[in-house]
């Protein structure tokens, strides 16, 4: 059974910066290029990363609106993913969710991220 | 980037109707090379994470109920839903997967009359 697994959440002051995790299983994660996607409260999805695998030399895309302030970066030998935000504002308040592959198979069950002072 | 316009925002249907929501790209999600499209469509229930119903268009995800249909091919896609059911109340989500970034709709969301 696949599972995904996303935690590093809370509550972060604005300018802040928090790495968030997603442990996967039930799969050969190595296969898969894996994606954050985030949703602000009651807002629509966005997608914010993604990392291809080895056999595309871990090539990382990143939305626009977020290039320069998030790092995505996976341990394949921990099945991992991860996704560092910095200088965190408001407007990055949303849960973050974990997908797998390009088109978004599997969803973990999200991470909450507020940003407030 | 490629712009996903979805409509409508919202509609409201009794049980055993028949919905369709669109979905328009600003850019054609064909490509060339292998004539696939490369449009997914997403279920999010409320509180829950979203789902994959459609990839590639029109191929349903296993498990996803035949009532459930993508369609189109361009720039204009459809989803289908035959004789909606009280369980289908969500939100619904294309999304882009042709060209990076990827990028979603802005929902529809789906309402039980």
């Known amino acids: 059974e696949v599972q995904i697994l996303e935690t590093g959440g809370g509550l972060v002051k604005p300018g802040g910066s928090l790495r968030l995790s997603c442990a996967t299983s039930?799969?050969?994660?190595?296969?898969?290029?894996m994606n954050w996607v985030r949703q602000a409260p009651g807002k629509g999805l966005e997608w914010v990363a993604q990392?291809?695998?080895?056999?595309?030399?871990?090539?990382?895309y990143y939305a626009e609106s977020l290039e320069g302030r998030v790092t995505i970066s996976r341990d394949d030998s921990k099945s991992s993913v991860y996704l560092q935000v910095s200088s965190l504002r408001a407007e990055d308040t949303a849960i973050y969710y974990c997908?797998?592959?390009?088109?978004?198979?599997?969803w973990g069950q999200g991470v909450m991220v507020t940003v407030s002072s | 980037d490629i712009v996903m316009t979805q409509s409508p925002s919202s509609l409201a249907v009794s049980a055993g109707e028949t919905v369709t929501i669109n979905c328009k790209s600003s850019?054609?999600?064909?490509?060339?090379?292998?004539?696939?499209?490369?449009l997914a469509w997403y279920q999010q229930k409320p509180g829950q994470s979203p789902k994959l119903l459609i990839y590639?268009?029109?191929t349903r995800e296993s498990g996803v109920p035949d009532r459930f249909i993508g369609s189109g091919s361009g720039t204009d896609f459809t989803l289908t839903i035959s004789s909606v059911q009280a369980e289908d109340l969500a939100d619904y989500y294309c999304?882009?997967?042709?060209?990076?970034?990827?990028?979603f709709g802005s929902g529809t969301k789906l309402e039980i009359k």
């Open positions: 997908t797998r592959s390009r088109r978004g198979d599997y």
């Open positions: 039930g799969f050969n994660f190595n296969d898969y290029f």
């Open positions: 990392i291809r695998n080895k056999n595309y030399n871990y090539a990382t």
């Open positions: 850019q054609s999600l064909l490509s060339s090379g292998n004539q696939k499209n490369y």
């Open positions: 590639l268009a029109s």
């Open positions: 999304q882009q997967h042709y060209s990076y970034p990827l990028t």
